[in-house]
């Protein structure tokens, strides 16, 4: 939808808003942020992009509020298991963990937690 007849379509008062929300997802604040620069509670912002999503005029911006967990993993060769039952996880940061017989997966999610 051009930007033109999607201005003409908004009613006054979604117009009002839309300008906001373009503006603090432009600059790149938090809702929170925005709205103490601009005298506009969080709440009305998330409620409008909220409005403008279920709507399909704006698309939805997730991002992680916390730094994933999880680390990417790739298997570098695979082959028979071993008779020894040695496992042998290399790190991204160099560190290589090595275990040796029967490791239940909780114990090695244990182990593996105390490295990262």
């Given at each position: 939808?051009?930007?033109?007849a999607l201005r003409?379509?908004?009613?006054?008062?979604?117009?009002?808003?839309?300008?906001?929300?373009?503006?603090?997802?432009?600059?790149?604040?938090?809702?929170?942020?925005?709205?103490?620069?601009?005298?506009?509670?969080?709440?009305?912002?998330?409620?409008?992009?909220?409005?403008?999503?279920?709507?399909?005029?704006?698309?939805?911006?997730?991002?992680?509020?916390?730094?994933?967990?999880?680390?990417?993993?790739?298997?570098?060769?695979?082959?028979?298991?071993?008779?020894?039952?040695?496992?042998?996880?290399?790190?991204?940061?160099?560190?290589?963990?090595e275990m040796q017989?029967?490791?239940?997966?909780?114990?090695?999610?244990?182990?593996?937690?105390?490295?990262?």
């Amino acid at each position: 939808m051009k930007e033109v007849a999607l201005r003409e379509e908004l009613s006054t008062k979604e117009s009002y808003w839309y300008n906001h929300i373009l503006k603090q997802r432009e600059n790149g604040d938090t809702r929170n942020e925005y709205g103490i620069k601009h005298g506009i509670g969080k709440k009305s912002l998330y409620r409008w992009e909220k409005h403008f999503i279920q709507k399909g005029i704006i698309r939805s911006e997730i991002k992680a509020r916390h730094k994933s967990k999880f680390q990417s993993v790739q298997i570098i060769k695979t082959s028979p298991r071993p008779e020894s039952g040695v496992i042998r996880i290399h790190f991204p940061n160099g560190l290589i963990l090595e275990m040796q017989g029967e490791i239940s997966s909780e114990r090695l999610a244990i182990m593996i937690s105390n490295w990262i």
